[in-house]
């Protein structure tokens, strides 16, 4: 079975999908603006006209399809509806889609939604124009072109598969629950190591750490977080220390300063890390991780949600369909609504009491996850729809 996935090679996500289908044995193909190397999957990296905006696409779809006919792909997989789902209807011919609704890229285009707005914007930007009606109106009618076209779609949510449904038509049986989920032998440092690992991080004898994993910009309210850590450290949150990662995603102006502002005021409590790091290296702070906040102004199903739970850190998190599907206040996790600055911070002043509940938290959580998101046996079911369309 060949299989085009239709990613960029450097993003996470598509890193570890497209290994597991290898690991079962598909022959995977990634095709993309950018280059990284995935053991036991060909790369293909194609160039851009404009640095990789959504033109590229349309005037790559010819190449793309060529491609395909040189690699004799036999199924084409765009993870995330636009721009690669776009993308791929472009190019296959009568090859069988199936396209993975990962994320969030449905949600945005809900009916609830205004169309002048954009959720991963500051309030300075979400100003109304008629430009950002007419984006607005273009990507929705892009996810719309791409599942109509679609053989199969996956959704990583029940959220995104009540919005296929009831704002895009999309027929149940065309619709596919499906979460990637974990990968268990990755989580495997000895205690040596998790030693090792809080050194790297300078956390003293006995102080806890608090993870913010999710990036440095407004859609994952980071504005919202970083004023609550000031305030929280401020008014004498002591024996905790805060770690920022940016994801690799843009970083706001304010949010960048406010940053920067904190760990200069309280350098033993907080580390602000504006580059990527490595798959890796995050997995690695993730074990040592006490606590962690995770708060994106909506999500599919979440990475970070799902690995911090395996681990046994506490989930302190916001309340959207994604989270309210899995969480429940007090049993394995905490809820912090309306998520804003001062009851944040009241949430992070009680962490030390709340480090009680955590090898509880820990064990509801790590048997809901092994039970219901690990990456093979997900892997394993989009293998059978494969092998189905074809």
Request: proline share 5%; charged share 20%; with cysteine.
């Amino acid at each position: 079975m060949r299989v085009a996935i239709l990613s960029q090679a450097s993003n996470f996500h598509c890193q570890k999908w497209a290994q597991a289908l290898a690991d079962l044995g598909a022959d995977v193909f990634v095709y993309g603006f950018t280059h990284h190397d995935i053991k036991n999957v060909t790369v293909r990296t194609l160039n851009t006209f404009f640095g990789y905006r959504y033109p590229d696409f349309w005037l790559t779809a010819g190449k793309l399809n060529r491609l395909f006919l040189q690699d004799k792909i036999q199924i084409v997989h765009p993870l995330h509806l636009t721009p690669f789902g776009t993308w791929g209807i472009l190019a296959t011919g009568n090859l069988p889609i199936v396209a993975a609704a990962i994320g969030a890229d449905v949600l945005e285009y809900r009916s609830d939604i205004q169309p002048n707005s954009r959720s991963w914007e500051g309030p300075e930007q979400a100003k109304i124009s008629y430009w950002g009606k007419m984006k607005h109106y273009f990507f929705k009618h892009e996810v719309q072109r791409v599942v109509n076209q679609a053989n199969l779609i996956t959704a990583d949510n029940q959220e995104i598969i009540r919005t296929l449904q009831l704002d895009f038509g999309v027929n149940p049986e065309k619709l596919r629950h499906l979460r990637w989920g974990i990968e268990p032998e990755l989580f495997q440092l000895t205690e040596a190591e998790k030693e090792s690992e809080r050194k790297k991080w300078s956390l003293k004898a006995g102080q806890n750490l608090c993870l913010i994993p999710r990036g440095a910009n407004y859609f994952y309210q980071a504005d919202i977080i970083l004023e609550a850590v000031q305030q929280a450290l401020h008014k004498g949150l002591t024996n905790w220390k805060f770690i920022m990662l940016s994801a690799g995603y843009s970083i706001a102006e304010y949010i960048k300063d406010l940053a920067q502002k904190i760990e200069y005021q309280y350098p033993e409590s907080f580390t602000w890390i504006p580059h990527q790091i490595s798959r890796v290296d995050v997995l690695k702070i993730w074990q040592i991780t006490d606590a962690f906040i995770n708060a994106p102004s909506y999500d599919g199903f979440s990475s970070t949600l799902n690995e911090g739970r395996f681990v046994g850190a506490i989930p302190i998190y916001n309340h959207i369909p994604a989270h309210t599907e899995l969480m429940q206040d007090g049993y394995n996790g905490i809820l912090v609504h309306p998520f804003e600055p001062q009851l944040l911070s009241k949430t992070l002043l009680k962490l030390p009491q709340l480090l009680e509940n955590k090898d509880t938290f820990k064990q509801r959580n790590q048997q809901w996850v092994l039970k219901n998101a690990q990456l093979k046996p997900a892997a394993e079911a989009m293998i059978a729809d494969f092998e189905k369309l074809l």
